[in-house]
């Protein structure tokens, strides 16, 4: 079995993983990243998806200028939405100019131990030691289905991510569940799919984004709050702008605003494409799912107590996610056992540090720390700047911070 060190282990190459790698890489640390450079967008995500968040909100981290989104698509405006590709090609581009040597390898198991304080095992079967470890495993392992439909196979039920192609459901009846954009977004593109959705959501009705205004009178500035990654408002820009003092608040205020900012709503710009080939019920809460024939039958009921039967041959949860270090089968069973958390999600230091030294935990997993900013891509820099800036102050430097390069020109 093979055997390496390195200063620093990255777990996932999605954009919280790439900006750690980024900000680490510019301060002269041996670091290694493990995955597949914006896997999960490209396998997980639905072709034809746009993304919800503005083109100044969609940047990975990066120590030097030149690498936002913007940068890279100069033309890009507010209010225009950008397509789930060019997404994907603007993170694998940021990847080959700051992290250009990662490993498509898949990590195993993390375990405690070794000199240097981790041991990582690899899909290759290699194992390296390190003194850091960081844990960007984007949402993924936290995909929700709610309980009123666990336990079905999965050929009647599945979740939003677990779809790339949806043209599998054309000519079928699909029952989408949730109110926010992946919903309405998977409703739409299955109806393009030329299946026959039906989006049922417990909110009495949809709420929808309102169109971005650029450039905003000063009258709407003052009144509205400024424009930040999570939108507009003073508090807003304050959760987007300022994480490390959302960690300050108590805990359930924490929880109100992660709940609360940015509720369940549609894209202003996907609101004409939810037409009459889409079936929409609002106003239902789950009450069971049970297989019928070759399909499945999913009961609710509104405030009432009315029942109403939804018939489908499958249902997709558009159900969100829910943090949960139980759920990162590759940390050893001691590690799961002794990372402190509540309602499982980790507990994490003003540096992402989990309660064991050197463990970190980027991206979702730290919203309940940092706030609602940590779903976003937006959050990926402050989150790989304050990673980076701890791991140094406790690890000697190995070598000169490597020069900062300039990137290539625009296409």
């Not at 390496?4 to 993983?17: F, L, M, Q, R």
């Not at 100044?56 to 590709?85: E, K, N, V, Y």
Request: glycine share 10%; hydrophobic share 40%; aromatic share 8%.
């Amino acid at each position: 079995m093979n055997e390496s060190a390195s200063d620093v282990v990255i777990v996932g190459a999605g954009p919280y993983g790439l900006s750690a790698a980024a900000h680490l890489r510019n301060v002269g640390l041996e670091v290694r990243v493990i995955g597949t450079p914006m896997r999960f967008w490209e396998e997980n995500m639905p072709e034809g998806m746009f993304l919800k968040s503005e083109p100044f909100a969609s940047s990975l981290g990066a120590p030097q200028a030149g690498m936002a989104f913007t940068d890279r698509h100069p033309g890009w405006r507010t209010g225009q939405p950008i397509p789930l590709d060019t997404f994907i090609a603007y993170g694998r581009w940021f990847a080959a100019e700051t992290v250009p040597d990662i490993e498509t390898a898949e990590v195993v198991s993390v375990e405690r131990g070794g000199p240097a304080g981790y041991v990582v095992t690899l899909s290759t079967g290699e194992t390296a030691v390190t003194r850091a470890v960081v844990l960007a495993v984007g949402v993924g392992p936290f995909a929700h289905i709610p309980d009123e439909l666990s336990g079905m196979p999965s050929w009647l039920l599945s979740h939003s991510t677990a779809h790339r192609d949806l043209t599998l459901f054309a000519g079928k009846d699909v029952a989408v569940v949730g109110a926010g954009q992946s919903a309405l977004e998977t409703a739409v593109l299955l109806a393009d799919a030329g299946a026959r959705p039906h989006v049922v959501a417990r909110r009495g009705a949809l709420d929808w984004n309102t169109v971005p205004r650029e450039p905003r009178p000063l009258r709407a500035r003052i009144a509205g709050g400024p424009r930040s990654g999570l939108g507009t408002g003073y508090r807003t820009w304050l959760w987007a702008e300022r994480p490390g003092l959302v960690r300050h608040l108590p805990y359930r205020r924490r929880q109100r605003i992660v709940r609360e900012t940015l509720p369940p709503a549609g894209a202003w710009w996907l609101r004409d494409r939810l037409d009459e080939r889409v079936q929409v019920t609002t106003g239902r809460q789950l009450v069971k799912a049970v297989e019928q024939d070759d399909g499945i039958a999913l009961t609710t009921v509104d405030r009432t107590g009315d029942r109403l039967v939804i018939e489908a041959d499958h249902i997709i949860a558009a159900t969100g996610f829910v943090p949960n270090v139980q759920r990162l089968t590759m940390l050893s069973p001691e590690i799961r056992v002794r990372v402190d958390t509540r309602l499982g999600a980790p507990v994490l230091t003003r540096d992402f540090e989990s309660s064991l030294p050197g463990l970190y935990f980027a991206g979702l997993a730290a919203a309940a720390t940092f706030g609602p900013v940590m779903r976003f891509v937006h959050g990926s820099d402050f989150a790989g700047r304050r990673i980076a800036h701890h791991i140094i102050r406790r690890t000697p430097r190995l070598r000169p911070a490597p020069r900062t390069l300039e990137p290539e020109g625009n296409p």
